[in-house]
């Protein structure tokens, strides 16, 4: 994702997106122990990477420098609102600006943080994003079936299942299917109308600069 600074490059690359739970705001340098702690955490393997071995550290490195720190990506680190405590990170890869298309993806780094919505709210800031800033029609993820607290999020945040890859992995001895989830602008846009306030969060604060 290329874009020119100034107007174009803020719209793309917020420097911050509140919600009332976290806010997601640019990575800074000083956040690599923590990604690197994270992608070497087996269990965040097992949920979310295909081999379940912690990542060589030059890997992580390369990751974190081009993917996280690049310029031209879209990408967050996510804070707890409340604390600005660091918990994990999310990134939109894949960009496909013919159809209008992006994947998602988010790693809550920190076990502790699991199960308290902060993902929720997340893909929710960055479907808003999405949708209602970069005019994006679709956002895609993939996840694997065991995973179900994390399907569960998605759907909460406004994910569909679309299909599946019939035993793509192997877990546990047992093959395992991997999801593949998607949230269309026009769905979104229907369901925020629709639900307003009911919805959680009951509002996404407009980012800051």
Known sequence: MTHEAGPERERWQPAMMDGRLVTLRR???ENMPHVLRWYRDPELARLTRYQTQPMPREEVERFFHARLLGPDSVAYAIH???TDRLIGLTTFSSLDADNGSVLFHITIGERDAWGQGYGTETAQLMLEHAFERLGLHRVGLSVFA?????IRSYEKAGFH???????????EGRYWDEIQMGALAGEWLERRQSA???MSPPELAPSRG
């Open 80 to 82: 707890i609102r409340a």
């Open 27 to 29: 990575h800074r340098p």
């Open 196 to 198: 307003g306030r009911l």
């Open 146 to 150: 065991f995973n179900e607290r994390a």
């Open 161 to 171: 299942i679309e299909g599946r890859l019939r035993e793509a992995i192997q877990r």
